[in-house]
Each structure stands twice: as structure tokens, then as C-alpha cells.
């Protein structure tokens, strides 16, 4: 399974070329380098993997739940065994490190299509009584057709995270990664060859978001859009998709807060805040990126979490010793970068990092920035309000509860929330005032597949993880009989 210097489009379980025959440029962003080719597919290719999912549909909706689970099954082994190769072509593609990679990134993704191959043989619907007159009952049906697009920041891992409920539970598949990490689901096209999934039942079409990408959302036969991604990307996909009253689950961009209080286990609170600031370079949705501190620990916390940042090594993303590697791309280097001079100007004191980071040989073209720590801002300014998504935190102090509360809440967004604290009735308090999909309490990132994953306000409309997935990828039908 090895990793091609052209990627290909898998539709009707075959890898094509795009129609136009056009491709563009696949950076390794840790050396700055071109290393592979993107088919940029248009909406011609979309045509071609709508035709095979159609065609696929009939047979594919009514394949028995074990025949669905096993060769669901044997994706997820094929992915587990050839965990090495998979590991390294998304650190290739992202500059994540490879540890990362390694224990995170890829397990996730065949341990997503386990979860949701055996789910669906536990998936059961509801039935409603009307005592000496008629039972209802519901029909969970798959929907057709269903579109899932995804980002560069969690690639395999989230674009499985989609795939494999909707899969599982009957529907055809249109898939889009991200053109800045397209090669796991080059070789996720192969590893599903290889398990035997059908003709037509998935198809990934890889390029551009403003042309492949809307072509799936606009295409009149895809009844459903999955979607991870920015708040920008989601409002237009809601544009084309509203109007067409498709059904859509929007996984959007984040600011969360971490709210931690002097009471807290301030060791694991070090550790995990360290952990929830900088893991994957600031570049996952959950990050916590404003953070509010009990002002009588505000000088200690500052003084040790500035010391540990300082001590992050950022480097060579295959060296076992790097814990943070390139950023995914130039441009996202600089919109990094241009937040942190935005925050001088908005009146803010970078404590430590923020600065471009040479590395040695190979890698002194890549994108690397040193992680930073900003404190003296307010919360309405642009640093503290927009999403960065890099190794940039702020800091701020807070002297009550309800102070912490209405700055965590203080933005459009609502995707996640930390609180550090051993006051479980505070603890307990505080996340019911919280406008956020998702809270952790002493914790960060520690995660149950069964459990609801999304946002509210500008971070999301719907909910994946568990049943909201089976739920969402399934038409629901209430069947009366009278009797
Ligand atoms: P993005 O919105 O630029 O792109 C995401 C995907 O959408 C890509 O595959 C892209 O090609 C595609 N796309 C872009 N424009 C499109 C269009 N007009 N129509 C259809 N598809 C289009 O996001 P990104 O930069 O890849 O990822 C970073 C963002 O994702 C951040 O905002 C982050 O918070 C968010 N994110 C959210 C979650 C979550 O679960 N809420 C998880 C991970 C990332």
C-alpha cells in the first residue's frame, strides 16, 4: 500500500484521475517542499461518484447489518496493521509529529469505523402505544447519497469519524478530505479495495473546498452534508445547502475557554493545561485558547506555565524528542503570525514564543513557530474573540466565578470549555452556565465515542459521536397501525 507521488480519486472502487487531468501542488509543510500531486476534480468528478453511489445504493441499504459490520471490520484491521505507513504519510501531510500520528491520530481512526461497525448491530428504534387502539412504530432508514467533508487538522481521523456511521448504517458515500492532507484518504481508498467494500459505496474525491467541495454540496442527488471545518466554510455550505432543505451536521471552529480556580490540583492542572494549549500545535477545535485564572494563584500559574512553554521542543516531526512540528502550511503560518503582531497592537505582552523556529538541514524551509503565551488583553478584542487555531493562548486573571463565567461566554463561539477546580458543586455549577457543546472537568480531551460531539452558537449546528450519528445519518419514519 504504498504511497503514490499522484494521488487518485476512488470512484466505483476504482482510483481515477481527475476528469480535467489537472492536479496541484501537496506541501510537506516541515520542509516546505512540494512531494505529491492533488487531483483538483471538479463537478464532473462528483457526477461520476454520485452515478456509482446511486447505483450502489439499493444493494448496499440492504446488506445485512453483519455483512456491513464485517467488511466495515476488515477496513479498520487493514488500517491497524498498516499503522506505520499511515502514521508517517499524515505527519508527511501535516507536520504533526509522528508520535502523534502514531498514538493518536491513526488508532482513532480504525478504532471510529470499529465503534460504528459494531453500533449499528446494536442500533434499535422506538415503538409508542396507544393502549386498545394502534402502536406506532419508528423506521430508522438510511438516506441516500450523503456527502462528508472534512479538515486538515484531524485528517484520517475525522474523515473516518463521518465515513463510518454513514456507512455503517446504509448510505453512499461522497467523501472530501482536505487538499492540504489528502494522502491517508488516498490510502483509506485502498485499504477499503483491499477489505472488498463494494463498487460506489464510498467515493473520495480529493481538491479544491470552493470547487469539489461545493459540487458535493450543491449537487441536487446528495441528500445530507457532513461537515467539519471553519465557521466562515460552514455559513456558505449552509448558503448552497439550506435552500435545498438538505439535512446538515456542522462540526465549526472554536475559542474555548479554560477556567481554572485556586482549589485545583494545580500539578495535573499544569500538565493538562500544557496539554490543551499546545497539543497538535493549537491546531485542534478543542484547544483551549483563552485562559482564566483565580487571580491569587495568577502570578505562580503564569510564572510555571510560561517555563514549561518555553521548554516545549518544536522541531523535526519524525524525532521521537519533538513534542510540537511544522505548522500545515505557509499561509497558515502567517495568518498565525499576523495574530500575534495583531495582539501587540491591541495592547498585549507576549511572554514567551511566537517567533518563526529554524530547523536544521532538511527541514530550514518548513513552517515552524515557537509556542506563545499573551497576557494584558480583553476579552472583546479580535485576539480573544477570533479563532487563531496555532500555539497561541492568552492568559487573564478573574476574581469571581460569575466573572470567569461571562468571559467564557463572552465570544460567538461554543464548542468546548475546561474547568480546573475540586469543588465538584462548583464544578457541576459552573458547567450548566457554560455555552458550550462539550465540557471536561479536571481533564481535557478525554474522550468516549458514545458520547455527544458538537457546538453551539457559531461552533456548530448538530451532533455527532455515538447514536447522534447513527441518528443523523438515518431518516426517521413514524409508521401508525391501527388495530
Ligand atoms: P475549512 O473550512 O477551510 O475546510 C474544511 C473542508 O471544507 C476542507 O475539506 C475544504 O476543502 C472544504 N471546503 C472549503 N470551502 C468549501 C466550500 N465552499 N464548500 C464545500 N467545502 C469546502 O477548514 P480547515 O482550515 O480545513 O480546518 C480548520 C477549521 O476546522 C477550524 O476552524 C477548526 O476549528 C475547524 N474544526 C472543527 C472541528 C469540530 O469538530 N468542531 C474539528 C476540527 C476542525
Known sequence: MATDKYIKNYINGALLPPDSGAYFDNYNPATGKVYSQIPDSDAKDVQLAVEAAERAFPAWSKTD???????????????????????????????????TSTTIDIPRAHQNIRFFATAVLHFASESHHMPGEAINYTLRQPIGVVGCISPWNLPLYLFTWKIAPALATGNCVIAKPSEMTPMTAFLLAKACMEAGLPDGVLNIIHGYGPKAGQAIVAHPKIKAISFTGGTETGKKIIQTAGPMFKKMSLELGGKNPNIIFADCDFDEMMIGTLRSSFTNNGQICLCGSRIYVERSIYDKFKTEFV??????????????????????????MEKVMSYLALAEVEGGTILCGGKPVKVKGEYEEGYYLSPAVIEGLPIGCRTNQEEIFGPVVTITPFDKEEEAIAM???????????????????????????????????CWLLRDLRTPFGGVKASGVGREGGLEALRFFTETKNVCVKY
Open 65 to 99: 447489518v453483519n455483512t456491513r459490520f464485517r467488511i466495515l471490520a476488515r477496513i479498520a484491521d487493514i488500517i491497524e496493521q498498516n499503522l506505520e505507513e499511515f502514521a508517517k504519510a499524515e505527519t508527511i501531510d501535516s507536520g504533526k509529529p509522528i508520535k
Open 307 to 332: 517555563k514549561r512553554t518555553r521548554f516545549l521542543k518544536v522541531g523535526d516531526p519524525f524525532s521521537t524528542v519533538t513534542d510540537m512540528g511544522a505548522l500545515v502550511s505557509k499561509a497558515h
Open 408 to 442: 467564557a461566554n463572552g465570544t460567538q463561539f461554543g464548542l468546548s470549555a475546561t474547568v480546573w477546580t475540586k469543588d465538584i458543586t462548583r464544578a457541576n455549577r459552573i458547567s450548566e452556565q457554560l455555552h458550550a457543546g462539550i465540557v471536561w472537568i479536571n
